[in-house]
């Protein structure tokens, strides 16, 4: 595991200026937030700061304004939802650098918290400018990176700011980085991938890399249906990439010459139409699909087969659901695996890592949320971990 410094690391912060990069990029309806898990997952690390008489300033980006000031798009938007989650009153800056923010912190008592504009309302922001970086720093002491999500961007707020000040990783940042590192960087053997989804074109870089680090690569969803026609299945009308079956093929070797088996289902839910509960709904073997039917799920006895795979491993990254979980009955076969991976976690059996939108709607809408040993929901960043890739805003805080 990569070495970086954490807040149990920092000295005596009373009096000084943390600049704490933070993701309040919260989906909003009404001018409220929707959804404050964001928010949560970055309070311990603002108020464990202001406890210890830090000035905390907080850096977030809200939505996409392309370098340009929009009032819909400022962070004021969320300072009453962050308020509720902290309770603390915040401080809203309209500025990121220059004389507001320093008469600012001059109001700022010790453990005051306050929240900078939107860092992406400056092109300096995404193209990681140097000297925009150097003017944020200027009214720091040191950095902190608790975002996480954004740390696939090589960004000033994210990156640029840590080669500045001394950086250090947040509470969340911490947490997730140890989860990832337990997962892939030094996990238990034997380790189990799902990987899930409509198409293998979006995954194609997580296979690739997964196969050579896992010993069981589970493949569902829509993907799933392009590695069967690749063993020359018939799927029907299902969601299919016809022109990646050699790619499918190519990837199934690799996995054999690396030891990972592959596990595709053998018996499928299907339907003529999809929608919920249809009169056509049937469940037969991959290879008696008819050509005017769509695999829209895993059967029974592959998700049974799957439930015994887990039973031998220790440890599983799971991003994906199975089958089209967001429509009954589809959600069977992701439901069922969510409860089998949550008692085989409370049971210590296994550590289970899960993250992508998708696959933490899975585990929320089956009930097993708290039950997962951790749950990403970094989005980009996560994917971009399972693919092997180097993200900046993480190799910038090791020492």
């Known amino acids: 595991m990569s070495k970086f410094k954490t807040l149990d690391d920092l000295g005596d912060v009373a009096g000084k200026v943390a600049l704490v990069r933070v993701d309040l990029n919260l989906p909003m309806k009404d001018g409220s937030a929707t959804d404050l898990t964001r928010a949560e997952a970055v309070k311990p690390t603002i108020l464990e700061l202001s406890d ?90 040191f950095f902190v990176n608790d975002a996480f999500s954004a740390a696939h961007r090589a960004h000033a707020t994210t990156e640029g700011i840590a080669h500045v000040l001394p950086a250090y990783a947040g509470r969340a940042m911490e947490k997730e980085l140890k989860a990832l590192d337990s997962a892939l960087g030094n996990p238990e053997a034997p380790v189990a991938a799902v990987v899930g989804g409509a198409k293998v074109s979006t995954k ?137 991976v949550a008692a085989l976690t409370l049971e210590d059996s296994l550590i289970s890592v899960a993250g992508g939108g998708d696959t933490v709607a899975a585990l929320a809408q089956a009930g097993v949320t708290d039950d997962v040993t951790y749950i990403s929901t970094a989005g980009g960043a996560f994917l971009e971990w399972m693919e092997g890739k180097t993200l900046p805003g993480v190799a910038a805080l090791e020492k």
């Open 204 to 340: 194609l870089a997580v296979l690739e890399n997964l196969v050579g680090r896992v010993q069981h690569l589970i493949i569902g969803g829509g993907m799933a249906n392009t590695f069967l026609a690749a063993r020359g299945v018939d799927v029907g009308k299902s969601l299919c990439e016809h022109d990646l079956t050699e790619t499918a093929s190519k990837i199934m070797d690799e996995a054999d010459h690396a030891g990972c088996t592959v596990h595709l289902p053998y018996d499928v839910v299907v339907a003529k139409e999809f929608a919920a509960n249809p009169a056509s709904l049937r469940t037969c073997n991959v290879h008696e699909v008819a050509e005017d039917e769509m695999i829209l799920d895993i059967g029974p006895q592959a998700t049974e087969a799957l439930a015994d795979v887990l039973k031998t491993c220790r440890t599983l990254v799971w991003n994906g659901p199975l089958g089209a979980f967001e429509t009954e009955p589809f959600d069977t076969a992701t439901m069922a695996l969510a409860n089998h």
């Open 52 to 141: 210890k008489g830090a000035k905390v300033l907080l850096l977030a980006h809200f939505g996409r304004p392309a370098g340009k000031r929009s009032s819909v798009l400022s962070t004021s938007m969320v300072v009453g939802d962050v308020e509720s989650v902290i309770g603390k009153e915040i401080m809203f800056i309209p500025e990121v650098s220059g004389p507001v923010v320093e008469q600012t912190l001059g109001i700022l008592r010790n453990g005051d918290v306050g929240l900078l504009e939107n860092t992406r309302f400056w092109p300096g922001e995404e193209a990681n400018d140097v000297d925009f970086a150097k003017a944020i720093a200027a009214h720091g002491d």
